[in-house]
């Protein structure tokens, strides 16, 4: 089990960026597959970016694709997520989930053991 707490969420005009972090406990970080969700009020959960062990492999939600980057530092044991050109949309609470250990990269919100407790993202038009 890996404890998750992210960061960087805040209020942000149409167009602008944000970078939210996500910081792990312990000292098998690498084993995890990493994912961001989001989840706007009223909303199902929707999966945005998941990156892969070794940070080799992301993949994106069609809504994000070109404007959010995922990343990860496994040497600080924290993953991130760059949100740029961000859209009245994005607004939702974003968190970031583990899969592991040794689990594969994957968008399915079903496929992650572990969860933060959410950060809010509130993007104006």
């Known amino acids: 089990q890996v404890q998750l707490v992210e960061s960087g969420g805040g209020v942000v005009q149409a167009g602008g960026s944000l970078r939210l972090s996500c910081a792990a406990s312990g000292r098998t970080f690498n084993s995890y597959a990493m994912g961001w969700f989001r989840q706007a009020p009223g909303k199902e959960r929707e999966s945005v970016a998941a990156i892969s062990r070794s940070g080799g492999t992301t993949i994106y939600a069609d809504s994000v694709q070109g404007r959010f980057t995922i990343s990860r530092d496994n040497a600080k044991n924290t993953a991130y997520l760059q949100m740029d050109s961000l859209r009245p949309e994005d607004t939702a609470v974003y968190y970031c989930?583990?899969?592991?250990?040794?689990?594969?990269?994957?968008?399915?919100?079903?496929?992650?053991?572990?969860w933060g407790q959410g950060t809010q993202v509130t993007v104006s038009s």
């Open positions: 989930a583990a899969r592991g250990p040794w689990g594969s990269i994957s968008l399915n919100h079903r496929n992650y053991d572990d």
